[in-house]
T-cell receptor
Framework: SQKIEQNSEALNIQEGKTATLTCNYTNYSPAYLQWYRQDPGRGPVFLLLIRENEKEKRKERLKVTFDTTLKQSLFHITASQPADSATYLCAFRDNYGQNFVFGPGTRLSVLP | DSGVTQTPKHLITATGQRVTLRCSPRSGDLSVYWYQQSLDQGLQFLIQYYNGEERAKGNILERFSAQQFPDLHSELNLSSLELGDSALYFC?????????????FGPGTRLTVL
């Protein structure tokens, strides 16, 4: 069956450290993968997109990798700050069914 | 502010009723997407319209329907409401329809079915 999973429901890290979030999928073959940030009660906000032919993408303190062999994307926030505390969602379009699929999210808490 | 507007912000209604949620996309965006987010299901894709035509269909129940009008605003109609339909409903928009584009999400409509 098709699945999209994110490594943990919640992740607590200390301010200044690097947060690493994982997105794994099964029985999908996405051409790209997106990461969104969602704050409580608000709509998701787009952060980064990485395509299947790209290994790594960076934007300021954010870095995302995409390994189509492992069927996994890693999302890193370096020098994390309390303001980075939010839920982070991975997402992609299912090439076959054309559905947009979102992961369950990882709730990140950056502790001062 | 994403530029996507949704009305109403909150809606409380009873089982068996019918409601309409409204979405106006960002200026220049031709695609509109509808999502349902409940605590136990996460963000679920319902349906996508591009320039007035249905483009992709997700896990949308037969009791639900949507359309996109010539001015590109969209409406999601939910009928024969059940308790389990209580959720946050998000609309998003993007420039194109391929799926690789950034989606801009609205603030959502919180639906409570009593």
């Amino acid at each position: 069956s098709q699945k999209i999973e994110q490594n943990s429901e919640a992740l607590n890290i200390q301010e200044g450290k690097t947060a690493t979030l994982t997105c794994n999928y099964t029985n999908y073959s996405p051409a790209y993968l997106q990461w969104y940030r969602q704050d409580p009660g608000r709509g998701p906000v787009f952060l980064l997109l990485i395509r299947e032919n790209e290994k790594e993408k960076r934007k300021e303190r954010l870095k995302v990798t995409f390994d189509t062999t492992l069927k996994q994307s890693l999302f890193h926030i370096t020098a994390s700050q309390p303001a980075d505390s939010a839920t982070y969602l991975c997402a992609f379009r299912d090439n076959y069914g054309q559905n947009f699929v979102f992961g369950p999210g990882t709730r990140l808490s950056v502790l001062p | 502010d994403s530029g996507v507007t949704q009305t109403p912000k909150h809606l409380i209604t009873a089982t068996g009723q019918r409601v309409t949620l409204r979405c106006s996309p960002r200026s220049g965006d031709l695609s509109v997407y509808w999502y349902q987010q409940s605590l136990d299901q996460g963000l679920q894709f319902l349906i996508q319209y591009y320039n007035g035509e249905e483009r992709a269909k997700g896990n949308i129940l037969e009791r639900f329907s949507a359309q996109q009008f010539p001015d590109l605003h969209s409406e999601l109609n939910l009928s024969s409401l059940e308790l389990g339909d209580s959720a946050l409903y998000f609309c998003a928009s993007s420039v194109g329809f391929q799926g690789g584009e950034e989606q801009f999400f609205g603030p959502g409509t919180r639906l409570t079915v009593l």
